[in-house]
């Protein structure tokens, strides 16, 4: 296989299972690195990139507003840019990934950070 042809899953295979991972109980550490190696990935691979506020939305839900999240602005995000817990608390309490992303002036997404938990 040739080394560029392989550029990792495509958006439309990871960004639902990213969406089903928020979704989830975190039951174990092993879990949370799993949320967080995915959304590692969203981010490397800018499958948010270029996509507008209602489009985000429908991939992975509305989110929080940044200015709910001290992180994101010590990170240089807006307060109206979005915040998203990967994982929901369960068995295993601890703190749990996220992925923060930001819009340009236009409105569609252009950077992404994302709060590992390994």
Do not use: W
């Not at 190696?37 to 940044?66: E, F, I, N, Y």
């Not at 010590?74 to 369960?90: H, L, M, N, Q, T």
């Amino acid at each position: 296989m040739l080394a560029g042809c392989v550029r990792g899953s495509s958006a439309a295979e990871t960004l639902p299972k990213l969406r089903a991972a928020m979704e989830r109980e975190v039951a174990t550490a092993d879990d949370n690195a799993d949320n967080s190696a995915l959304a590692d990935q969203v981010s490397r691979q800018k499958h948010l990139h270029g996509m507008t506020r209602p489009q985000l939305a429908d991939q992975l839900g509305p989110g929080d507003p940044c200015s709910r999240h001290p992180i994101c602005a010590e990170r240089g995000f807006a307060g109206s840019d979005r915040y998203y817990e990967v994982g929901r608390p369960g068995g295993y309490v601890r703190y749990r990934p996220a992925l923060i992303v930001g819009f340009s002036r236009f409105g569609t997404v252009e950077r992404t950070f994302v709060l590992r938990v390994d």
